[in-house]
């Protein structure tokens, strides 16, 4: 099983400001990543797959970044609806997936 | 766009089955997608609890395969997730999502998009 690993599990940043999330997975998986957005009460929203191409309707302050065993996701200049939980996926080890634990995006 | 909702039991009892139902609108169960549960415990992160497609494949979690059962219902355009020998541990929000992505002969590589609303599965006597 590749095992995913977010950091930090909480990250305090001020409205405007950019934010950087980490994912590490135990082996590569390629480009083979996606990202999450989750708010309190709904069900997660998917933001980027393939490590970087982001999904539909999703604004381009929203970036990915990475391939192999690093990845990164960035929002350029955080909005208030930004605060939320982030987790990445791991999809290259059809047919188990795996989660990051979630990284909870607080504003400062 | 297709949308998907889940239904079923919110109280199940320790030793019994949990029964989920998802339904899918506004596209059809036998497109070339796979079709997933993923589960939730109370403030914790997610987990990938198993796949079908439309001809009856299905994959599994092997932490949860011998508890699990996913099958489809082509004429109601909907799949279902039974799980057996529940414990509080199964105690979750309980999402269906369809995999986006791509398969080849021999392999897949599937995102999760969109997702049901969730439904809260509680084990308790």
């Known amino acids: 099983e590749i095992v995913m690993t977010q950091s930090p599990a909480t990250l305090s940043v001020s409205p405007g400001e950019r934010a950087t999330l980490s994912c590490r997975a135990s082996?590569?998986?390629?480009?083979?990543l996606a990202w999450y957005q989750q708010k309190p009460g709904q069900a997660p929203r998917l933001l980027i797959y393939?490590?970087?191409t982001r999904a539909t309707g999703i604004p381009a302050r929203f970036s990915g970044s990475g391939s192999g065993t690093e990845f990164t996701l960035t929002i350029s200049s955080l909005q208030s609806e930004d605060f939320a939980v982030y987790y990445c996926?791991?999809?290259?080890?059809?047919?188990?997936?795996?989660f990051g634990q979630g990284t909870k995006l607080e504003i400062k | 766009q297709v949308q998907l909702q889940e239904s079923g039991p919110g109280l199940v009892k320790p030793s019994g089955t949990l029964s989920l139902t998802c339904a899918v609108s506004?596209?059809?169960?036998?497109?070339?997608?796979?079709w997933s549960w993923v589960r939730q415990p109370p403030g914790k992160g997610l987990e990938w609890i198993g796949e079908?497609?439309?001809?009856?494949?299905?994959n599994y979690n092997p932490s949860l395969k011998s508890r699990v059962t996913i099958s489809v219902d082509k004429s109601k355009n909907q799949f279902s997730l039974k799980l057996s020998s529940v414990t509080a541990a199964d105690t979750a929000v309980y999402y269906c999502a369809r995999a986006g992505g791509y398969c080849s002969s021999t392999s897949c590589w599937n995102w999760f998009d969109p997702w049901g609303q969730g439904t809260l599965v509680t084990v308790s006597s």
């Open positions: 082996q590569s998986v390629s480009s083979n």
């Open positions: 996926q791991q999809y290259n080890n059809w047919p188990l997936y795996t």
């Open positions: 393939g490590a970087s």
């Open positions: 079908i497609y439309h001809s009856g494949s299905t």
């Open positions: 506004g596209g059809s169960i036998s497109s070339s997608n796979w």
